[in-house]
Each structure stands twice: as C-alpha cells, then as structure tokens.
C-alpha cells in the first residue's frame, strides 16, 4: 500500500489527509476559516495565511493520528503549489519542505485545480474511469473546462473571463445581504423561490467554451437596487459609502433562485456542449460549486454521458484531494526539489504538469 499525507492551504482551508493507493481515505481533517472571513464578506488574504500558520501544525499531526501511522511510514507528502494565495500557499509548502527534509521523503507540488479533479477517485465504491473525460471545475477562484485524457494529461478548453461562478455566487449573495459564503446560502434561499421571477441574462452560445459572469452580476445589481442619486453616486466615489441599497419589493428568494438558474444554465449549457464536441466518455463536475444539486440535476438531464462528482464533503478544498493527485503523481516517477516555489497563478496543462 502506498500512503501519501496530502496538505491544502491555497486559500482558507487549512486542510490535511492521508490517502492510501489514490482512492481510500484514512483521514481528512480541515480547519475552516469560514467565521473569521465572515465580516469581511469574503476572504481577507492577511487572515487567512495567519490562520494557516496557527493551524497547520496541529491539522497535519491529526490527519496522521486519524490514520494510524507515523510519518514514518509515509511514501511522499503532496502539497499544493498552486494557485491561489501567495502568502498562504507559502505556509502550506514551506511546512511541507520542512516535514520532507526533516522524514526523507519525496515531495510533490501538486496544483490546486488538479486536486479537484482527483476528489473523483475517492467517491466509494470507486468505477473505474473511461477517458477521454470532460471536466468542469468550478469554485469561487476558478471556473475551467479540460479534456482530460489520461492520468497528467489536460487539455484547456475554456475558462472564465472576468468573474468565477463561485465568486459571483458571494458578490450576488452579498448584495442580498446574506451570510458568507454565498454559494450555499442562495442555494438555500433559492429553494422558497421562483427561478423565472427575473429574466437574467446567459451567456451567449457563440463565446465558445469561456464563461463569463460580470454581465450577469451587474444585471443583479440594476434589478434588485435603488438607483443612486447624483450626491449618493459622488459618495461611493469618494468611497464614503460603497453599499447599494436593495428595493423593498423584491423578493430575495425570488432573485436568488433566477439568479442560479442563470449561472447553472450557463454552467450546463457549455459542459454539454464541450463534452459532444470532443467526444468526451464520461463529465466530471468539481470545486466547490458542484455541491450544488440544482447544477447536479440539470447536468444530468442535459447530458446522456455518466455524469461524476465528488462526495459533498470534498467538493470544498481539502487534503485529501490533494493526497490522491499527489499518488498518481508519485506514480508517474515525478519529484519535486525543496527549492520549488510556489505558482500563484498556475494553468492546468500537460506543460505544468510535466514539468520537474
């Protein structure tokens, strides 16, 4: 058996896991960061990375107790190097150079999107995969559609533009007034809504396989906010006063269930679509976002090909993701150096992924 500790600490999450033969989790302990970002209605990097440095130590000690071993027994520590935030992806890799050094043992630099396509393989019981596959992850940092057609092999076929769809979930969500984060808060007050209360706008089809959706949020705003006076305007832009204030007859429920059905339409639309066009076996859906099950269910029924996702509990950042790229990874014979650095912004090709 190969065991592979995997860490995750590119944005909020300071994660760790243990992963045996890429497949089966021996341990999964995250500390989340979700109440100390919630009065800044989003992640503040300086916090985050402090927390990392306050969490870590005690987060990798547990996800090896969790699993009964000691470093000892580890066959490689798989970190994340990228993308994400500068300052905490530095606490992620430099306590990982440290714990290689100090156990000998191999270190891998895994990217951050990489780990979520590999949350798949630890779905229970595992179905073996037919390649080519269509992935979509799609995150509050990331929206990206590869083919993948083998183990490190990423073909690009699209990204966002402006805006991730989990980022417009927050800044929609924020202008409702609804708590951090706002994905699963407008998931929730999108159930006690009308989905064709408001005609909010798709993408078009002939942008090919990029989204955007900066289009769609300002479409939100005009909708659910008062118009600024001249004196209110010249305000905001001496930002003494940067908030909208919201109509008094909408209905919140009522934007928040147009306002998804709008991004998942957009979201299913495009994967179908990219999926026919390169004669993709099997769609895999992954990040953050396809926890949503209203996303789950359109693409489902929009597409006849087997449609994949992670367990809920790993659709968010986590080690264990991390661990289970990190084992195909140390598989494949490649290593990294302990002066590796970390990648800030980082693609997903076969270029990044071949590289020593």
């Not at 407008?186 to 078009?204: D, L």
Request: hydrophobic residues 45%; charged residues 20%; neutral net charge.
């Amino acid at each position: 058996m190969t065991y592979i500790l995997g860490i995750e600490t590119s944005c909020d999450e300071t994660a760790a896991a243990v992963v045996i033969d890429g497949k089966l989790m021996a341990s999964n302990v995250i500390a989340t960061q979700i109440d100390l970002h919630a009065k800044y209605g989003g992640v503040f990097p300086e916090v985050a990375s402090r927390a990392h440095v306050e969490a870590i130590g005690a987060v990798v000690d547990q996800a090896l107790a969790d699993a009964g071993i000691t470093i000892d027994q580890l066959d490689a520590i798989a970190v994340t190097r990228g993308p994400g935030l500068v300052g905490s992806l530095l606490v992620g890799i430099n306590f990982a150079k440290g714990l290689a050094l100090a156990a000998r043992k191999p270190l891998l630099g895994l990217n951050h999107l990489e780990g979520h396509v590999y949350s798949l393989w630890l779905t229970q019981p595992f179905r073996e995969v037919v390649f080519p596959v269509l992935v979509l992850i799609v995150s509050g940092g990331h929206t990206e559609l590869l083919l993948m057609h083998g183990h490190g092999q990423y073909e690009r076929l699209g990204g966002t533009t402006d805006d991730a769809a989990g980022e417009a979930f927050d800044k929609v969500g924020r202008l409702l007034s609804l708590p951090f984060p706002g994905g699963p808060n407008i998931e929730r007050s999108a159930q006690n809504g009308n989905p064709k209360a408001y005609a909010f706008p798709r993408a078009r089809r002939d942008s090919g396989f990029d989204f955007s959706f900066s289009g769609l949020k300002t479409a939100v705003m005009r909708e659910v906010t008062v118009p600024a006076s001249a004196e209110a305007r010249a305000s905001r832009k001496r930002g003494a006063d940067k908030t909208p204030v919201l109509r008094s007859d909408i209905s919140i429920n009522d934007v928040a269930a147009s306002f998804q059905e709008a991004v998942v339409d957009i979201l299913v639309d495009k994967t179908a679509r990219a999926a026919k066009a390169h004669d993709a076996k099997e769609v895999f859906i992954a990040g953050g976002v396809s926890a949503n099950q209203r996303l789950r269910a359109q693409m489902r029924k929009e597409t006849d090909l087997p449609v994949r996702y992670p367990p809920l509990n790993l659709c968010t950042d986590n080690g264990a993701m991390i661990a289970a790229a990190g084992y195909f990874r140390y598989l494949s014979g490649l290593r990294d150096d302990l002066d590796m650095d970390v990648q800030p912004m980082w693609a997903l090709t076969n270029e990044t992924y071949n590289r020593k």
